[in-house]
């Protein structure tokens, strides 16, 4: 299921939009694993909090020392699944449904992120990321290029940050 | 707002990504049995409460989940430093030392 959005104001500044599901996983384990992990999934996990890394289509976001989040074609969620079993000390979930993924773009997306979220926006590189909070809700932003983010929160408060962005930007759009 | 240097993502980051946890260094006895209902009441209830430099424990729960431990003056609010869950407490002085 994909949250609608009807009404977004149709803006040069800033344009919001739903991005459909693929399939994304949480992947929980210890340093001393991480490498058969890697060899297993076919995808390096960056060691360091805030980096991502690709390689054939999947992607892993580092949101802690033993944390990640991996984004996969939703026809490998099946083989992902099942990567790591036998041998590999670990959890890995499958949250593809728990989440709705905002993207953000255009030359307002920094004005419009600066309503929810407290940290300076401005100092996240292109391709890093972060587990942050947006106006009270935990929400993990990506900077995807230098005006274009994705935000996913959980989806039982997407209403709430989803009303929020369209009254931002709104505003963007008429230059308040 | 206060900022806040997580140890563990490396960055100073404001205070909505963090979440207060209580003194830090105390531990749990091993064996609660063998405690008097005093003894136990302390673990459970009593602080040092200090006006100054207290050491507490702090977790980045919106951003690396990590729990650490920080060194703040309950007076002005300051940061003295923050250091991973599980390092020794810090000897102050030999900080300001270093500091000056
Ligand atoms: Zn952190």
């Known amino acids: 299921m994909t949250?609608?959005?009807?009404?977004?104001?149709?803006?040069?500044?800033?344009?919001?939009?739903?991005?459909?599901?693929?399939?994304?996983?949480?992947?929980?384990?210890?340093?001393?694993?991480?490498?058969?992990?890697?060899?297993?999934?076919?995808?390096?996990?960056?060691?360091?909090?805030?980096?991502?890394?690709?390689?054939?289509?999947?992607?892993a976001l580092c949101l802690g020392p033993d944390e990640w989040r991996l984004d996969v074609p939703a026809a490998e969620a099946a083989a992902v699944a099942?990567?790591?079993?036998?041998?590999?000390?670990?959890?890995?979930?499958?949250?593809?449904?728990?989440?709705?993924?905002?993207?953000i773009e255009g030359p307002g997306s920094l004005d419009l992120l600066a309503i929810g979220i407290a940290r300076d926006v401005r100092r996240l590189e292109?391709?890093?990321?972060?587990?942050?909070?947006?106006d009270g809700v935990q929400a993990v932003l990506v900077r995807e290029g230098e005006e274009r983010f994705t935000l996913a929160v959980w989806r039982s408060y997407a209403s709430h940050v989803e009303e929020?962005?369209?009254?931002?930007?709104?505003?963007?759009?008429?230059?308040l | 707002m206060l900022l806040i240097h997580c140890p563990y993502c490396d960055e100073t980051l404001p205070e909505p990504e963090f979440a207060y946890a209580g003194e830090a260094h105390i531990a749990r006895p091993a064996d609660p049995m063998a405690l008097s209902d005093e003894e136990w009441r302390d673990f459970l209830f009593i602080r040092s409460n200090p006006r100054g430099n207290h050491f507490?424990?702090?977790?980045?729960?919106n951003g690396c989940g990590r729990f650490f431990n920080a060194v703040r003056d309950t007076v002005s609010d300051k940061f003295a430093m923050t250091y991973r869950a599980g390092e020794p407490r810090p000897n102050l002085d030999a900080l300001k030392e270093a500091a000056e």
């Open chain 1, 126 to 134: 292109v391709g890093r990321g972060a587990r942050t909070v947006f």
């Open chain 1, 82 to 103: 099942g990567a790591l079993e036998g041998g590999i000390p670990h959890a890995l979930v499958e949250v593809t449904d728990r989440e709705v993924t905002f993207l």
């Open chain 1, 3 to 59: 949250a609608q959005i009807h009404s977004f104001p149709r803006s040069t500044a800033v344009a919001v939009t739903v991005l459909p599901l693929e399939a994304r996983f949480s992947l929980r384990l210890r340093a001393a694993s991480r490498e058969a992990a890697e060899a297993a999934l076919g995808l390096p996990l960056p060691d360091r909090i805030g980096r991502t890394s690709e390689q054939g289509g999947r992607r």
């Open chain 1, 164 to 175: 929020l962005l369209r009254q931002g930007a709104r505003e963007i759009a008429l230059g």
């Open chain 2, 56 to 61: 507490e424990r702090w977790r980045h729960v």
